[in-house]
Nanobody, 120 residues
Framework: VQLQASGGGLVQAGDSLRLSCAAS????????MAWFRQAPGKEREFVAA????????YYADSVKGRFTISRDNAKNTVYLQMISLKPEDTAVYYC??????????????WGQGTVVTVSS
């Protein structure tokens, strides 16, 4: 599976942004998809995940109510809609595919990352 993340950018606090991750290769719907992020000097952390059918979603406490993960299996794409962005959301955002949920170790395939910068 190859993953290509896009949609990052520089925004102001309170703004919205939507990230996309296009997948190619093996059966997309067979994988859990997730977004992780890594801020400078920090470890990569879980943001959100979604089951293969899209019916189940999981979020880090820090983004609940502000971020929404979704997927379109017909387009082999997963999205992360982010609203009410905060400076602490600044990070490189990575999409991932695998069988896991919250741990980086549960994902076998990773995109290249897209940078989100939120100014105060």
């Amino acid at each position: 599976v190859q993953l290509q993340a896009s949609g990052g950018g520089l925004v102001q606090a309170g703004d919205s942004l939507r990230l996309s991750c296009a997948a190619s290769g093996r059966t997309f719907s067979g994988y859990h998809m997730a977004w992780f992020r890594q801020a400078p000097g920090k470890e990569r952390e879980f943001v959100a995940a979604i089951g293969g059918s899209g019916s189940r979603t999981y979020y880090a406490d820090s983004v609940k109510g502000r971020f929404t993960i979704s997927r379109d299996n017909a387009k082999n794409t997963v999205y992360l809609q982010m609203i009410s962005l905060k400076p602490e959301d600044t990070a490189v955002y990575y999409c991932a595919a695998g069988a896991g949920l919250y741990s980086v170790n549960g994902y076998d395939y990773w995109g290249q990352g897209t940078v989100v910068t939120v100014s105060s």
